[in-house]
T-cell receptor, first 114, second 116 residues
Framework: AQSVSQHNHHVILSEAASLELGCNYS??????LFWYVQYPGQHLQLLLK??????LVKGIKGFEAEFIKSKFSFNLRKPSVQWSDTAEYFC????????????FGQGTELSVKP | GAVVSQHPSRVICKSGTSVKIECRSL??????MFWYRQFPKQSLMLMAT?????????EQGVEKDKFLINHASLTLSTLTVTSAHPEDSSFYICSASKGEGQNEQFFGPGTRLTVL
């Protein structure tokens, strides 16, 4: 079945460690790619998005993601995490082959130890 | 800009009753609104897409007679869970976009429904 897959369910890091969260999708055709963050008790916020152009996109709070079309991947990275980055992270894909709906990955919980 | 609100934020109801959840775009007109359901520690699952003035499009497996969606204006969509049962307990999240689903979706804070 076509899907969006996030490799890690729960990631635990110490402050200043580097972060990479994996996201793979299986939709063909044109896709838009998103990373959302959900801080405890808060609503979903957009971190960054890729529509076209430079496959390396920069988002808010020092996050970036790289679209690798050949690998159907859109991994999220941050060179040095902070305690305040503790949150749930969701990758989402909008495939025009799927009617333009947003399909979410299962989420990755990030816990950053101070 | 692009703020979406939901009301109520939390609701507890008895089994068999109906519950209405409102989703409002506060500072923009939302041609399209989306309703999602999120189970604990799981992803958001799209329930339905609604366009202002027309019937909602439900995802496979979502009962349209149980989850009634109305998008009466460009700033308001409502989700009514009819004859709620404990298995309907969940976190319901709406989002709104300014275009025909081509644009970014802005998410509401969610509504926690608990059915006793």
């Amino acid at each position: 079945a076509q899907s969006v897959s996030q490799h890690n369910h729960h990631v635990i890091l110490s402050e200043a460690a580097s972060l990479e969260l994996g996201c793979n999708y299986s939709y063909g055709g044109t896709v838009n790619l998103f990373w959302y963050v959900q801080y405890p008790g808060q609503h979903l916020q957009l971190l960054l998005k890729y529509f076209s152009g430079d496959p390396l996109v920069k988002g808010i709070k020092g996050f970036e993601a790289e679209f690798i079309k050949s690998k159907f991947s859109f991994n999220l990275r941050k060179p040095s995490v902070q305690w305040s980055d503790t949150a749930e992270y969701f990758c989402a894909v909008r495939s025009y082959n799927q009617g333009g709906k947003l399909i979410f990955g299962q989420g990755t919980e990030l816990s950053v130890k101070p | 800009g692009a703020v979406v609100s939901q009301h109520p934020s939390r609701v507890i109801c008895k089994s068999g009753t109906s519950v209405k959840i409102e989703c409002r775009s506060l500072d923009f007109q939302a041609t399209t609104m989306f309703w999602y359901r999120q189970f604990p520690k799981q992803s958001l699952m799209l329930m339905a897409t609604s366009n202002e003035g027309s019937k909602a499009t439900y995802e496979q497996g979502v009962e349209k007679d149980k989850f009634l969606i109305n998008h009466a204006s460009l700033t308001l969509s409502t989700l009514t869970v009819t004859s709620a049962h404990p298995e309907d307990s969940s976190f319901y999240i709406c989002s709104a976009s300014k275009g025909e689903g081509q644009n970014e979706q802005f998410f509401g804070p969610g509504t926690r429904l608990t059915v006793l």
